[in-house]
C-alpha cells in the first residue's frame, strides 16, 4: 500500500524496502545540489529577487534628497557639452551617426567610474538596403548578476533637416548626465569592499550583485514607413542576442536575465510632458509609482523649477494601447520595462522643427533631478553627487 509523504514542499510516493531508499536518496540529493546552485554565486532565485528589489529611499531624508538635487541643478554644461553635439541628423549607416556614436563614446570614458563600453554591431536589410548599424552598451560592472538597465535610442529619422532634439536626443543626453551626476558613487559602489561581498582569507572582492547599464540603440526609427521589420533593428537585434548569451556570472541564466528593469527614455524635452502608466507586467508599475513619489516630494519641498500640481509629470494615468518603440522586443522576452514616454506626443514629433529652439530647459532640468534621484535609490548609492 503507498502512502504519500512530504520533502521540502515536494510529494512523493513511499513504501518500504529498497525502492523507498533509492527514492529518498535521490530526493536527498536533490535537495543538496539545489541548496550548492543556491550558494554557488549567490545566484538564488532572480526573478524573486528582482521583484523583491526596494529602493533605499531619499525622501525619508531630506538633507540628503536636497543636497544631491542642487548639485544637479545646473544643466548647463549637460546643454553645451552633452546635449548639442547630438544636435544633428544621424541616420544609421552616414558619418552624423557615426559622429554622434563617438560623442557618446567619448563622453562615457571620460567619467571616473570606468565603464565597460561595447560596440554591438551588425547589418540589416532595410527598405534603403543593407545598412550597418551600431548599438552602444556600457555597463559599469559587466560581472554583476542583475542590472537596472536605462535606454535611449540615438539614430535619427530619415528626413532632410531633422535632428530629434525630442526624439531622442535629449533622452540620451540625460542619461550620460545621470552618469555624470552620480560618477563618485557609481565609481564607490563598484569597487565596495566590505564584509559583506569580500571574500575571506585572499582579501579579493566579489562583484556587487547590482550594477547600471546604458543602452543606446541604433535604428530605432523606420526608413520608410513602421512596419515589424522596418523599425527598432538595433533593439530587435540585441534583445535577440542577449536572450542567447548566458550569464558571465552563471551560465545556466542568460543575459537578459540580468535586467531588473529596462527604463526605456523617449520624446523628452518638450514643455509640461505626461508619462502615463503603461499598466507593464512585472515589477514596473512599482517603479512607475516611484517616480511619481520622487517628482511629488520634490514638488512639495519646491526642488523643481516652473513646475504646478496641474501639470505633474507622471500622472498616475492608466494608458490602454500599444506605442511600438524599443522595448517591444524586450517586453515580449519576459523583460520589465519602464516606458518612460510622453503621451500625447510632442507637437514636434517628426517635425524638423524638433529642434533645439522648442525645447523646454526647464523641464529638461526637472526631469533630470527626477531621474537622477530615481537611479540614487534603486542602486542604494551613497554620498554626495559630483558637482
Known sequence: ???????????????????????????????????LLFVRGGSGDWTEEKRSHQPKKLTTRSS???????????????????????????????????????????????????????????????????????????????QAKRHLTLACHYDSKMLKGFIGATDSAVPCALMLNIARNLDSQLGTMKNKRDSNTCLKGDGTCEEPDLTLQLIFFDGEEAFHQWTSTDSIYGARHLARQLAETPHKLDSSHKMLDSMDVMVLLDLLGAKNPTFPNFQFRGSAEKWYNRLRDIEKTLHGKKLLDEHYSSNQYFTGHQYNGRIEDDHIPFLDRGVSILH??????????????DDEAHLDRTTVANLNKILTVFVHEYLHLTGASRK
Request: charged share 20%; hydrophobic share 40%; proline share 6%.
Open 64 to 142: 540628503d534628497l536636497e543636497k544631491l538635487v542642487k548639485n544637479v541643478a545646473n544643466i548647463d554644461s549637460m546643454w553645451k557639452d552633452v546635449l548639442r553635439p547630438m544636435l544633428r541628423e544621424r541616420v544609421p549607416g552616414t558619418p552624423g551617426n557615426q559622429f554622434v556614436r563617438q560623442h557618446i563614446i567619448s563622453q562615457l570614458r571620460s567619467l571616473q567610474a570606468g565603464w565597460e563600453v561595447e560596440e554591438d554591431q551588425f547589418t540589416d536589410t532595410t527598405p534603403e538596403g543593407d545598412v550597418e548599424f551600431v548599438n552602444i552598451i556600457a555597463t559599469l560592472n559587466p
Open 340 to 353: 518612460v514616454i510622453s503621451a500625447p506626443f510632442p507637437q514636434q514629433w517628426h517635425r524638423t522643427t
Open 1 to 35: 500500500m503507498l502512502n504519500s509523504d512530504s520533502y521540502g514542499g515536494l510529494r512523493v510516493l513511499s513504501s518500504s524496502g529498497p525502492t523507498a531508499k533509492m527514492v529518498r536518496t535521490a530526493i536527498l540529493l536533490f535537495v543538496g545540489v539545489c541548496v
